[in-house]
């Protein structure tokens, strides 16, 4: 499993701006960032380098921030890459709840999912799947 | 067990009897010893000699507050000085402050209507009392004090403050009973835990009575588990008298108030009409024996009502309700009456939703919009959107069904809701055409 900065957001002006200002200050550089959207308020998903470091920073700048586990898994850059996983995931009756995915480089892209079961990710490496270590992801601080 | 067993069992005729009598001697002794009920009842158009029945009492004005400051400091007293005992006053933190006096005879009475409390936690002059209420002009401390010498208990008056020693005397000198604020209760047990006791068993402590200050009904569980104690709820006010006026027995269903010394009603905060037992509104106190500062119609500002049925522990005495609130405190959402301690004893409820909250009513049209903002707790798991809404949902209706209002919920960030050192501000009515 790995760790994602789980930030929460009013809906109001400047609060995304603010909380990405936070992090910043601290030096920390963000790869990926995901929003979930509600009527009044959002969920902002976070992949960064010291994702420890940056809740404490985002806690001082008065956010309510937090690490969530969730999984990775490296797939191939190709059609088909996230199909295949989620079938494995849906063949051992392990619910999604929610996901997003990006693209590393030309050769593999990297799924993230919040399953309702950690314990997939070992027999996921057995399959043939590769999850993610955090070290690949961002420094383990 | 009763302290006075005559007394708190009379049958309710009887003691309707007596309550006219005494109240009939009391309003009397008002008009003709205190210029102020003179001129109030002129004003009024009534004299002492209309009070033929209890209901007639209706048409008597009433006493607030402010009349009590205004009187300062000696313009309620029914006595000459010479048969003064004692002087109490009320802090005046909100203004001037306000002086009650005492006689001989209503100090004793004051300790009496204390005492009745003693035994509803299963006091007698067996037991040994700790007095950890503030000794001084403050009523708790003395209050309590004269309580447990008229039953005749071993008093420790140690007041308040000095946590660990109060703790130690508790368990060195076998106290039985403790009196103090609620708030103060839990901070002597949580501090015994600390120091490596379990009070529930190493302390022989089994009754608290506890008053001078609101207390949810969860912080109450906290008490009675922590100390392993049955809790007294004490009700009282400086300017009535002090702790005692009611009190709670081990029925644990409501206050007895003692009726013998005191007649209640409760009223409409708005029309000042006289409402049946059962409704809630404002509770008003007249005093039936009180020599020195004889109160007609005293206007509490306390929110409760009265609870006529017959009491378990066989006690005669009508009971009121926990106080909801203050008067001043009431809000009036689509013409329902709705307290902030209604909404905060919801949010204790839900541990997910931290303390702080605030409430923004607003209007659009006929209709009054409340929106209430909660933050949750740090280690809150609010990843999941899902279970925010479902939170949200869940607290919305407790809300409606405690309150009969629909609330909206807002889940906020933790800078949203003003932090303020002393008094909060929970409240942002932002209704057009009902600012004060």
């Not at chain 1, 079938?87 to 892209?109: L, M, P, R, W």
């Not at chain 2, 015994?192 to 969860?218: H, Y």
């Not at chain 2, 279970?387 to 919920?409: F, H, P, T």
């Amino acid at each position: 499993m790995i760790s994602q900065l789980t930030v929460f957001l009013e809906n109001e002006k400047g609060r995304l701006a603010s909380a990405c200002r936070a992090i910043a200050d601290s030096g920390i550089n963000m790869s990926a960032l995901f929003l979930a959207d509600t009527a009044d308020f959002g969920v902002a998903r976070i992949f960064c380098d010291t994702p420890e470091a940056a809740v404490e920073a985002l806690r001082d700048a008065g956010y309510r921030a937090t690490l969530t586990p969730v999984l990775g898994v490296r797939v191939p850059n190709r059609p088909g890459g996230l199909a295949d996983l989620l079938e494995f995931f849906n063949e051992h009756d392990v619910n999604i709840e929610y996901g997003y995915c990006f693209s590393v480089n030309q050769e593999y892209a990297i799924d993230v999912l919040k399953v309702s079961d950690h314990s997939i990710e070992d027999a996921l490496e057995d399959a043939g799947f590769t999850p993610v270590a955090p070290e690949e992801i961002y420094h383990v601080d | 067990m009763y302290f006075q067993p005559d007394i708190e069992t009379m049958p309710a005729e009887q003691l309707r009897q007596l309550q006219l009598e005494r109240m009939q001697w009391s309003v009397q002794h008002a008009y003709d010893n205190v210029e102020f009920y003179r001129s109030s009842f002129k004003e009024a158009g009534v004299e002492p000699g209309d009070l033929k029945s209890l209901d007639d009492l209706a048409s008597f004005p009433f006493v607030v507050k402010q009349d009590m400051r205004d009187a300062y400091p000696f313009g309620l007293f029914a006595v000459p000085q010479k048969d003064v005992a004692r002087i109490h006053a009320s802090s005046g933190t909100t203004g001037q402050a306000t002086v009650v006096g005492h006689t001989a005879s209503d100090l004793k009475n004051w300790g009496d209507c204390f005492a009745r409390g003693i035994y509803m936690v299963g006091g007698s002059a067996e037991s040994t009392i700790q007095v950890s209420y503030g000794y001084g002009l403050f009523t708790g401390g003395l209050g309590a004090h004269a309580g447990g010498e008229a039953v005749g208990c071993s008093v420790i008056p140690t007041s308040s403050g000095n946590t660990k020693r109060q703790i130690q005397m508790m368990k060195d000198l076998g106290t039985d009973i403790l009196a103090c604020t609620p708030s103060y209760a839990l901070l002597i047990a949580d501090t015994a835990i600390e120091m490596g006791f379990d009070p529930a068993k190493d302390f022989k402590v089994s009754g608290v009575i506890l008053g001078a200050e609101p207390a949810s009904e969860s912080m109450r569980q906290d008490i009675r588990e922590k100390l392993g104690v049955q809790y007294c709820d004490v009700y009282g006010l400086s300017e009535v008298m002090g702790p005692g006026v009611a009190m709670e027995c081990a029925a644990a269903n409501g206050l007895h108030v003692a009726e013998d010394q005191f007649f209640a009603e409760i009223v409409d905060p708005d029309t000042l009409k006289p409402l049946p037992d059962g409704e809630w509104g404002e509770l008003v106190f007249t005093t039936l024996t009180r020599e020195c500062c004889p109160l007609v119609r005293y206007r509490t500002r306390d929110v409760t009502r009265i609870i006529a049925e017959e009491c378990s522990c066989g006690r005669t005495h009508r009971k009121i309700d926990r106080i909801v609130g203050r008067t001043d405190d009431m809000l009036i959402i689509r013409g329902v009456n709705v307290f902030p301690s209604q909404i905060e004893q919801v949010i204790v409820g839900f541990p997910e939703i931290a303390a702080q909250y605030q409430i923004i009513l607003t209007n659009k049209g006929p209709l009054d919009r409340v929106e209430l903002q909660v933050e949750t707790v740090p280690d809150y798991p609010f990843d999941e959107i899902r279970k925010l809404e479902e939170l949200k949902a869940r607290l919305a209706g407790e809300l409606k069904s405690n309150l009969q209002i629909a609330v909206d919920i807002k889940i906020v960030e933790p800078k949203t809701i003003e932090r303020s050192e002393g008094k909060a501000k929970r409240i942002v009515d932002l209704r057009e055409g009902t600012q004060a």
